[in-house]
């Protein structure tokens, strides 16, 4: 089968697009054929080498975590899928285990090619409604889960005002429907270019990425771009008794953002415990939680696909068609 392929450590232009055996699933697992994939962060920062230290990668790795597919082949035990079922869904690098849940992980064999396998028994992984389109699946998983994640965080109420620091992004062209629909005023780190994009998803106001243009008094913030140790300027953002959600790593310290009177909230759902697949898809059936597609591409142009990720700036989400 064709994939896009890590050979070691290194910058996504070192990827390459490779034949290799195509996986087999084992006891409990699923084989997917590939229909589409999407761009996360995780699939050029692991093959990248920024936590080879605590999680090594095994090469060849094939990177790749949202995709939606058709089931091509079951192992024994699965219940839940049988071949020809059409599913979607998101599963980690089998490297991350240690980090993928303490009960029911999903992992994959990596989702840029023409077939993987995935763990059946996980609320990541869900049959795929008849009213989402297969683009759309492929790029909702992530960002679906961790925009429901940070609103169920959050608590937002209607009135209050939230700014979205890394708006424009897969997370924040997902979320920004989400708090509209709750009623809150948003306010959105966008570039011009991208300023109408976000408020036809809902942004009452757009600003740029500077510090100096972030508003005072915000009842809430999403961090959904900076690292979690660089949020000084997010955190004065925020009145008092308010709240501060980040997404990004380092798992952030109440110390490192000076204030003692800002709750500060890393959303990271592994277990699906505030809801896991089949609740992004209904959201996206019912028009709710729309993904915001920026590039579209072949697998045949995956490794483009990985270099433009990291290389230039990117508005939604990259999906790759298989």
Request: proline share 7%.
């Amino acid at each position: 089968m064709k994939a896009v392929v890590a050979t070691g450590y290194g910058p996504p232009e070192t990827y390459t697009l490779a034949d290799v055996p195509a996986p087999r699933p084992g006891p409990g697992q699923i084989q997917v054929r590939i229909a589409a994939a999407s761009i996360n962060p995780a699939d050029v920062r692991l093959p990248g080498g920024d936590f080879r230290d605590v999680m090594p990668l095994e090469f060849p790795h094939v990177p790749g975590n949202d995709f939606v597919g058709t089931v091509s082949e079951v192992g024994t035990g699965v219940t839940a899928y049988q071949v020809g079922d059409e599913i979607f869904g998101l599963a980690v690098p089998r490297a991350l285990r240690a980090t993928a849940g303490a009960t029911r992980p999903s992992l994959s064999t990596g989702s840029l090619a023409e077939y993987a396998v995935f763990e059946a028994d996980t609320p990541f992984l869900t049959h795929r409604p008849a009213g989402l389109d297969i683009e759309q699946a492929a790029a909702l998983p992530t960002v679906g889960l961790t925009a429901r994640a940070l609103m169920a965080t959050a608590d937002v109420q209607s009135g209050e005002t939230v700014l979205v620091v890394g708006a424009t992004g897969g997370v924040g062209t997902a979320v920004v429907p989400l708090l509209s629909r709750a009623k809150a005023r948003v306010i959105a780190t966008a570039t011009a270019a991208d300023a109408d994009v976000l408020r036809a998803l809902g942004a009452e106001e757009t600003i740029g990425y500077a510090t100096s243009e972030y508003p005072a008094g915000v009842d809430v913030a999403f961090n959904l771009a900076l690292p979690s140790d660089h949020l000084t300027g997010v955190a004065s953002a925020v009145r008092p008794g308010g709240r501060l959600l980040t997404i990004t790593y380092p798992v952030p310290q109440q110390e490192w953002i000076g204030r003692d009177d800002v709750g500060l909230h890393f959303v990271l759902d592994m277990d699906g415990t505030l809801g896991g697949m089949r609740e992004v898809g209904d959201l996206a059936v019912r028009g709710e939680l729309p993904a915001t597609i920026g590039r579209r591409y072949t697998l045949d142009e995956g490794v483009r696909a990985c270099v433009d990720f990291v290389r230039l700036h990117t508005t939604g989400k990259l999906v790759v068609t298989m």
